[in-house]
């Protein structure tokens, strides 16, 4: 029988004991696997969750941070005033049912409806140090992780967490660079960990945790490929998606690694004509594998859409006409929901059916950049009207916690087709470009991504050089 651990009140944060078996919350009654945990990585009150996931009323359920009273006053309390002296306590405010007072009644998120009413997976888009960070939000209805090179820009430059393992890497004559990428490895391998029972439970089809290839290989076909066959042997986990981006040069990319075998997640898709592609793409991959059993070759499309509404609306002002004005903010979402009549259109019929046969599983639809950048507009825009099966919506801070707080759970994608055509279509009529759109948004992308990856590099030379690790 699994050994359990029962918390009651609030834990705080300790995240160098080791958890095994499975963690119990009475009061909410919410469970969740663990995998055996033991000091994955350094304490970090940079790292630590968000003010937005802080309780702000006494009227919602927590999911508190303790593990028993005796423990916390021998050793928890330790740990935590040495690693988190400006922290005390912290928890994720979910919204649960009322309970008949023994615990019997489960209680559950929104998160957890999205995916078992829906089939929705909601994703955490963040990853820093300590990892267990994400231990609540699993237990809130976090299903998989992903990561880009930006968020590890602002996490290793803004922490002092890496400090120690990098100090190790480069005195054993590591270049910045490479100590770079062991940085990296070993957060995605700590996070695959904690993520492993959901893959487990679903059969490879969830449970996933995204890492990308560097930045600079964005019009590099081979390197790509390359690329992304090292980062899978090093990363070693078997729900590991590596993020290709789906610039020209690295469709052809996606298919060689499908073709090998390696579950991929196809990143910067900013238009339906690039998205069509990106599909082919992983149909050839599954096709020239040569497998018989396709069911551990998985993959997701990760579709972008606040950004488009970001661009489009610039674009709207300039027209200045009362019709150009009244599309503003509706351009994302539209295209959006035209991206999945193409997956549905795309994953069905016979060729699709033959693969199925083998046990080949649908390139699922992942909305990513969804948060809202344009304060006027509803927190939960990007999530909200793109709810529908065999979706993957990977949130940041803000938008999950939005949707946790006043999400609501209904099948949406589909619900205003006709008028998303329409949407699409007027804001053609009005010169816009959505070829031009996608190319543009596509370019910022990757040169984002390009200053992230450059700018954490030269930060770790810095620190290299300020901890005197390097002979000049």
Not at 112 to 132: A, F
Not at 172 to 182: C, L, T
Not at 326 to 332: C, E, F, I, S, T
Not at 439 to 448: I, P, R
Request: glycine share 6%; aromatic share 8%; with cysteine.
């Amino acid at each position: 029988m699994a050994q359990t651990t029962t918390y009651s009140n609030r834990w705080r944060l300790g995240d160098e004991t080791e958890i095994k078996g499975i963690a119990t919350l009475r009061n909410c009654d919410l469970q969740f696997p663990m995998a055996s945990i033991s000091k994955l990585s350094t304490p970090n009150p940079c790292a630590s969750l968000p003010e937005t996931f802080r309780p702000r009323s006494s009227q919602n359920c927590f999911i508190p941070f303790q593990r028993s009273t005796a423990y916390f006053k021998t050793n928890l309390s330790a740990s935590f005033r040495t690693h988190h002296p400006q922290l005390s306590y912290f928890s994720l405010r979910v919204k649960c049912s009322q309970t008949d007072g023994n615990g019997s009644t489960a209680k559950r998120t929104v998160l957890h409806d999205l995916y078992e009413k829906e089939g929705q997976s909601p994703w955490y888009d963040n990853l820093c140090r300590p990892v267990t960070d994400l231990l609540p939000l699993i237990a809130s209805g976090v299903r998989g992780v992903t990561s880009n090179p930006a968020i590890f820009q602002k996490a290793i430059s803004s922490s002092n967490a890496y400090n120690d393992q990098f100090r190790e890497l480069v005195q054993a004559g590591k270049d910045i660079e490479s100590a770079y990428w062991e940085l990296v490895v070993k957060d995605i391998q700590d996070a695959c960990k904690l993520f492993e029972p959901i893959y487990d439970q679903t059969d490879g089809g969830d449970g996933y945790v995204s890492v990308e290839v560097s930045p600079r290989l964005a019009d590099d076909t081979e390197g790509t490929i390359e690329a992304a066959k090292w980062l899978h042997k090093v990363v070693d986990r078997p729900n590991v998606y590596i993020k290709i981006p789906a610039t020209a040069a690295c469709i052809p990319s996606i298919k060689e690694v499908i073709a090998s075998g390696i579950s991929v997640n196809v990143t910067l898709i900013f238009s339906l004509s690039r998205y069509e592609a990106v599909i082919d793409a992983y149909l050839d991959g599954l096709e020239a594998s040569g497998l018989n059993d396709l069911s551990r070759v998985t993959s997701v499309a990760s579709f972008f859409v606040s950004r488009v509404d970001t661009l489009i609306d610039k674009k709207l002002e300039k027209i200045g006409t009362p019709e150009a004005l009244n599309l503003r903010g509706k351009a994302a979402v539209a295209q959006a929901t035209l991206a999945y009549q193409l997956y549905q259109r795309k994953f069905s019929g016979p060729r699709w059916e033959a693969l199925v046969k083998k046990g080949a599983k649908k390139q699922r639809l992942l909305w990513a950049s969804t948060s809202v950048k344009n304060p006027a507009y509803s927190d939960t825009l990007y999530v909200a009207p793109l709810i529908g099966p065999d979706t993957v919506s990977t949130m940041p801070d803000q938008a999950l916690q939005a949707f946790i707080d006043h999400g609501t759970v209904s099948r949406t994608i589909d619900s205003n087709a006709s008028e998303a055509e329409g949407v699409y279509n007027a804001l053609q009529k009005l010169g816009i470009d959505w070829g031009d759109v996608g190319t543009q948004l596509e370019l910022e992308g990757v040169d984002s991504f390009k200053k992230s990856f450059d700018s954490l590099l030269d930060s770790l030379q810095e620190k290299a050089n300020s901890l005197k690790l390097v002979n000049h």
